[in-house]
């Protein structure tokens, strides 16, 4: 009610995952502000908190997956395999709260449902869902770029008389599966993890495929003690690979073109990349993503490599029908997925040939026959990178709706900030590499950007900070050239381009310039006193 108090802050910061506790960490330790984040949740950890499904663990190497900014931190985390589970995530998001004492200014199981600028006072008034009011001077979103569930709307869901689950909102007491049916729609990166474990307890798991995927092993194990050691003595250099390479992954993309080699040198390249496992097989060659008769032989070795695992004909062939370029879709990698299908317990169902028509009380209806299910899991992805922004209902100058300003799709600046949204600044949002990049060098360098920018307003004695339309076209158009020098705009059912949300406007929203350009163009705007903005007292 509007009887209720405002609690006042310089800084209010939304989402308590790897973004928005760093931006705390930073301004309040950095610059001594009064700062504030709000968490939807019970717990810090953003996608780590809620993506608890089975297998679920990060496609980025565990070395590599974790903050950068402090030494000590670096020293003393130790990571037990080579990519990192959800519950060891979480832990280290907890470890590093405690550490740097972070929890005492989150406030949890508080869900933001507005944020309206008010001009003349110039401050973001922010709502929550149970009443409580905020204000502060400059609002930054932390909401992720995949934290809104994407369930799709299939007639008859409310009728379904088994119990149903998205990947994205998994219960925390888990899921038993044992000897139940399973269904799971969606073979992304989270349904590639998800098959394995949970054919491994279900009575029979059915897979409805509606775009096969590429997916190479990850070839996980336990970090070794020789390999803590090596990193031990190498974490610099770790360090400022990860900062200077196109994708943050401390991995170099090789500087070798497909057709500089003959077939039977590149079969072998290609070869030791699979055995290799993980996202490094993109890096195998410079032109993957840029030339597609270079794309079309890699996609030809995994499609190969599928068909050799698959046992079964008809399965193997629905697996391998992949109509976009090699990585055009975010590349899943996976632990014995295809192998999955050789169980006797697992199908595939392709729903390009028969599609669903509906869930009954019993199971999943497609256009050819009924599959009765106790259990359906939504591996069906998210309303990627503008979602979490848009469910906030921020408001900006005038009272206009950032929903009003994106109705064609997501315009900003350097993926920052947008025009007549004075002190809000967005990590991680459309337009920013962060989503082609790996997560926390992309999101540590936003962190440290916005706040020396704050800082250098601060010591200026400026109150705010707003970018202008040209800046913008100028940014859309250098995000679209970015992605039209690539094959990415290729994959036409890609979260990239919003189309896995029915309705959502198609534009190609990550910048797939490479982060160390951006951080360039960045470092650049500061050096020239925040060029493309408009500050003032
Ligand atoms: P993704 O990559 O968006 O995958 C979602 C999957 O669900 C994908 O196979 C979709 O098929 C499928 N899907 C979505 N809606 C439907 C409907 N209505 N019917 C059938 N199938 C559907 O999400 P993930 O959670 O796997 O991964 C997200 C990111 O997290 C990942 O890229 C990494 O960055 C980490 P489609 O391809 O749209 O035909």
Same mark, same amino acid.
């Given at each position: 009610s509007n009887?209720?108090p405002? *609690?006042?802050?310089?800084a209010?910061?939304?989402g308590?995952g790897?973004?928005?506790?760093y931006?705390?960490h930073?301004?309040?330790?950095?610059?001594?502000?009064?700062?504030?984040?709000?968490? +939807?949740?019970s717990?810090v950890?953003?996608t %780590?908190?809620?993506n608890?499904?089975p297998?679920?663990r990060?496609?980025?190497?565990?070395? $590599?997956?974790?903050?950068?900014?402090s030494? @000590?931190?670096?020293?003393?985390?130790?990571?037990?395999?080579?990519y990192?589970?959800?519950p @060891?995530?979480?832990r280290?998001?907890?470890h590093? +709260?405690?550490?740097?004492?972070l929890k005492r200014?989150i406030?949890f199981?508080?869900?933001?449902?507005g944020?309206r600028y008010?001009?003349?006072?110039?401050?973001?008034?922010v709502?929550?869902?149970?009443?409580?009011?905020?204000?502060?001077q400059y609002l930054?979103?932390?909401?992720?770029c995949?934290?809104t569930?994407?369930?799709?709307?299939i007639?008859?869901? #409310? @009728? !379904?008389?088994?119990?149903?689950?998205?990947?994205?909102? %998994?219960?925390?007491?888990?899921?038993d =599966?044992?000897g139940?049916r399973?269904?799971?729609?969606?073979?992304?990166?989270?349904? &590639?993890?998800a098959?394995p474990?949970i054919?491994?307890?279900?009575?029979?798991?059915?897979?409805f495929q509606?775009?096969?995927?590429y997916?190479v092993?990850?070839h996980n194990a336990?970090?070794t003690p020789?390999?803590?050691?090596?990193?031990?003595?190498n974490?610099?250099?770790?360090?400022?690979?990860?900062?200077s390479?196109?994708?943050?992954h401390?991995?170099?993309i090789s500087?070798?073109?497909?057709?500089?080699v003959? *077939?039977e040198?590149?079969?072998?390249?290609?070869?030791? +990349? %699979?055995?290799?496992?993980?996202?490094q097989?993109?890096?195998? !060659?410079q032109?993957?993503l840029v030339?597609?008769?270079?794309n079309?032989?890699a996609a030809?070795f995994i499609?190969?490599?599928i068909?050799?695992?698959?046992?079964?004909?008809?399965?193997?062939?629905?697996?391998s029908?992949i109509?976009?370029?090699?990585? +055009?879709?975010?590349?899943p990698?996976?632990?014995?997925y295809f192998?999955?299908?050789?169980?006797?317990?697992?199908?595939i169902v392709?729903?390009?040939?028969?599609?669903i028509?509906? &869930?009954?009380?019993n199971?999943?209806r497609? $256009?050819?026959?009924?599959?009765?299910?106790?259990?359906?899991? !939504?591996?069906?992805?998210?309303d990627a /990178?503008?979602?979490p922004?848009?469910?906030?209902?921020?408001?900006?100058?005038?009272?206009r709706?950032?929903?009003e300003?994106? #109705?064609?799709?997501?315009?900003?600046?350097?993926?920052?900030?947008?025009?007549g =949204?004075?002190?809000? =600044?967005?990590?991680?949002?459309?337009?920013s590499?962060?989503?082609?990049?790996?997560m926390?060098?992309a999101?540590?360098?936003?962190?440290e950007?916005i706040?020396?920018?704050?800082?250098?307003?601060r010591k200026r004695?400026?109150?705010?900070i @707003?970018?202008?339309?040209a800046?913008?076209?100028?940014?859309?158009a250098?995000?679209n050239?970015?992605?039209?020098a690539t094959?990415?705009?290729?994959?036409?059912?890609s979260?990239?381009?919003?189309?896995?949300?029915?309705?959502?406007?198609r534009?190609f929203?990550?910048?797939a310039g490479g /982060?160390?350009?951006?951080?360039? &163009?960045?470092?650049?705007?500061?050096?020239?006193?925040?060029?493309g903005f408009?500050?003032s007292?």
């Open positions: 009887n209720t405002v *609690a006042s802050y310089d209010l910061i939304i308590a790897f973004s928005g506790m931006q705390l930073s301004l309040r330790d950095r610059l001594g502000l009064k700062a504030l984040v709000l968490e +939807a949740g717990g950890g953003g %780590w908190y809620w608890r499904y297998g679920a990060c496609d980025s190497e565990s070395h $590599s997956y974790n903050y950068t900014f030494k @000590e931190l670096l020293a003393e985390w130790r990571w037990s395999e080579r990192p589970e959800q @060891e995530i979480l280290y998001l907890n590093v +709260a405690d550490r740097f004492d200014d406030r199981d508080t869900r933001v449902t944020a008010d001009e003349a006072a110039n401050l973001w008034h709502t929550t869902e149970t009443g409580e009011r905020y204000a502060a930054i979103t932390a909401v992720g995949l934290s569930a994407n369930v799709p709307k007639p008859g869901l #409310e @009728e !379904f008389a088994g119990d149903w689950y998205h990947t994205g909102q %998994w219960p925390h007491g888990g899921v =599966f044992t139940k399973v269904g799971q729609i969606g073979t992304g990166s989270t349904g &590639i993890q098959v474990v054919a491994a307890q279900a009575g029979h798991l059915t897979v509606r775009t096969a995927n997916s092993p990850a336990p970090l020789e390999f803590q050691a090596w990193l031990d003595s974490r610099e250099e770790v360090v400022q690979t990860m900062r390479t196109p994708n943050g401390p991995f170099t500087e070798r073109k497909v057709f500089d003959d *077939a040198e590149r079969e072998r390249i290609y070869e030791a +990349a %699979w055995a290799k496992g993980g996202l097989f993109r890096a195998s !060659f032109d993957l030339d597609k008769t270079a079309d032989t030809d499609k190969r490599k068909r050799s695992i698959v046992k079964d004909p008809r399965k193997a062939a629905i697996l029908d109509d976009h370029p090699y990585a +055009a879709k975010r590349p990698i996976d632990t014995h192998e999955a299908y050789n169980r006797d317990n697992v199908d392709n729903l390009r040939a028969e599609p028509e509906r &869930i009954t009380p199971g999943i497609t $256009s050819a026959r009924d599959y009765p299910l106790d259990i359906i899991v !939504f591996a069906t992805g998210f /990178m503008t979602g922004l848009l469910r906030l209902n921020i408001q900006g100058a005038g009272g709706k950032l929903a300003a994106w #109705e064609a799709g997501p315009r900003n600046y350097l993926g920052l900030q947008v025009a =949204f004075p002190n809000l =600044f967005t990590i991680t949002g459309p337009g590499p962060s989503v082609l990049c790996n926390p060098i999101i540590e360098q936003h962190v950007w706040t020396d920018c704050i800082d250098a307003m004695g400026l109150r705010r @707003e970018t202008t339309e800046a913008m076209d100028g940014w859309v250098e995000v050239r970015a992605a039209d094959l990415l705009p290729q994959a036409k059912h979260w990239y381009l919003g189309a896995n949300v029915p309705g959502k406007p534009v929203m990550p910048y /982060m160390a350009h951006y951080r360039r &163009i960045c470092d650049q705007v500061a050096a020239k006193g925040y060029e408009v500050l007292d």
